[in-house]
């Protein structure tokens, strides 16, 4: 099977607007922006294609940091940013459509951003 | 300027399987914004990682979509794989293929009579149904489920299909083919569909991709892009034809799905003819410790599947980026300046799953 080349780079919240400027002039598409809770952090990964080169870069912040949008770069990334902030509580600014939490309606506020479901053996099915 | 009014149309919908809203902004009849609106039925298991043993994830991964199921499985599987550096034997590459390819024709074969439905050919419903019956019979037969499969795991897959059904397949395929192009013929030269589509919900190329379309919707704006190409399973071995139209209008997008469904049936016959014999899994030791993004295409477009592990049997994270939620944006673009009375056929044309969507 043939591995896809992946390359994640890290980088701070202030150098994003400018990564992520670099990939939009060199043609690249959002391919999908996604949040992970590690610990007390948060890991947020844009990932761009073109022509099959697939990359990434990271941000990773604490739950009170806010992220400034890519809205005016990637006119799509409303619908990622929207889910990271009603999944996972991540604010955003400067979205250009904001749905202010009422993208998923979820019974729980923030539920991606709850401590991890423990497994004890009476739970098991 | 017209007064402008605000028309809910969905959660409920004739040509809506699944609950999507769109409150749509209209000058008289014509379309001037969208604003749309999800999280209806979001059922939140990506979170279920978190209390399911990586190797049992499968089935849950499995249950996203309740068309294209066997691919989801199959691409969290890779995911697992590449994470773990499992050399999956070549024999259960080529049937991950031929699934996924039955799978891809099923689904747009389901898009098919959908879609004639959307626009009142109740007869070509009926007809693109019972040819997608021949499709689910295969699966049925070859996997004991017919929309879901349940043979991913990882490692491999869990059932075999002897040469002698392989044989036989292919000589069904000729009889799918010649229901197809009967199917086919009408979709796409039927005056009154071509009518009916024609520049209709209309998007550039430039704007296909700006937006982050995928799959036939980004192809029918003549953008390239299919995963397949990448070479992930056994598809690196196999001839994979890209299908493009040039147009971007909603005849263009039914215009790669039909034309795609051969390029379907060409894969199953490739992949039969160059199946080797051998085992059709390894043994799995251990646990995922690393991360990946595993992308496949989907009839959809592209899937991705990021996968995080930290040694344990539980995952850290599991995201599933599907190409319905991608293609919302484009939809958006596609609405806006058409008329009230197209906007079903161009939701439609977008093939939306919902339950992909809120996984």
Known sequence: ???????????????????????????????????????????????????????????????????????????????????????????????NIDFKGTLFRTAVKYPFSQPPVTVTKGDKP | MSKQIIVPFGPQHPVLPEPIHLDLVLEDEKVVDVIPSIGYIHRGFEKLVEKREFTEYVYVAERTCGICSFIHGATYCQGIEQIMKIEVPERAQYLRVIWSEFSRLHSHLLWLGLFADS????????????????????????????????????????????????????????????????????????????????????????????????????????????????GYGAYDRLNVPVVTDSCGDCLSRCTVRAKELFTSTDLIRQAARKIPDGPVDVKVTGAPDGEYFMRAEQPRGELVHYLKGNGTKFLVRSRIRTPTLTNIPPLIKMLAGCDLADVPVIVLSIDPCISCTER
């Open chain 1, 1 to 95: 099977m043939t591995m896809q080349p992946q390359v994640t780079t890290n980088i701070e919240v202030g150098q994003l607007i400018g990564s992520v400027e670099r990939f939009r002039n060199e043609g690249y598409r959002l391919v999908q922006i996604g949040c992970t809770k590690v610990g007390d952090l948060y890991e947020i990964n844009y990932s761009f294609d073109k022509d099959y080169h697939f990359e990434n870069i990271r941000i990773t912040i604490g739950g009170s940091t806010e992220v400034p949008s890519i809205s005016g770069m990637y006119w799509n990334s409303f619908i990622y940013e929207n889910e990271m902030h009603d999944l996972f509580g991540i604010q955003v600014r400067g979205m």
């Open chain 2, 119 to 230: 626009f009142g050919f109740e007869n070509l419903f009926m007809g693109a149904w019972k040819t997608r019956e021949r499709v689910l019979d295969f699966m049925e037969e070859t996997t004991g489920g017919r929309v879901i499969q349940g043979t991913s795991k990882i490692g491999g897959v869990r059932r075999d299909i002897s040469s002698e059904r392989l044989d036989r397949m292919v000589k069904d395929l000729d009889v799918l083919d010649r229901e197809m192009k009967e199917l086919t013929t009408i979709f796409l030269h039927d005056d009154s569909i071509r009518h009916r589509l024609r520049n209709v919900g209309t998007i550039s190329r430039e704007d296909a991709y700006h937006l982050g379309a995928v799959g036939p919707t980004a192809r029918g704006s003549g953008v390239a892009v299919d995963l397949r190409k990448t």
